[in-house]
């Protein structure tokens, strides 16, 4: 399996239909990359420093992340860039682990 260290600004203002597409389970139900994409969304992590989503991504297309962005990674975040392409899983999740969740902290941001 191939997993990728992913950093992207979150569109602030898209977050909140991106978070009831997860809800839902929309984004889920997209194969062959839903499964992957929602469970890591849905554990993204948020860098106050950068403002950058950060998560790690289950990802096999060349280029990394080409239909998870067509699909819906560019309607809701800009610069996306892959920091490492081949990380370990539990590694990758490991180096972001101290920063909050991307959800606790953008979405109480937003709702405000």
Do not use: N
């Amino acid at each position: 399996m191939a997993y990728r260290l992913v950093r992207a600004r979150p569109k602030v203002d898209r977050l909140v239909e991106l978070r009831e597409r997860l809800d839902t389970g929309e984004i889920e139900a997209m194969d062959p990359f839903g499964r992957a994409m929602t469970q890591a969304l849905e554990e993204a992590r948020f860098d106050p420093a950068s403002g950058e989503a950060v998560w790690i991504e289950e990802d096999y297309c060349s280029p990394p992340l080409a239909m998870e962005r067509t699909e819906v990674l560019d309607d809701y975040f800009e610069d996306i860039t892959i920091v490492e392409e081949d990380v370990e899983e539990t590694a990758g999740w490991q180096q972001i682990s101290d920063f909050p969740g991307l959800w606790k902290q953008v979405l109480d941001d937003v709702q405000r």
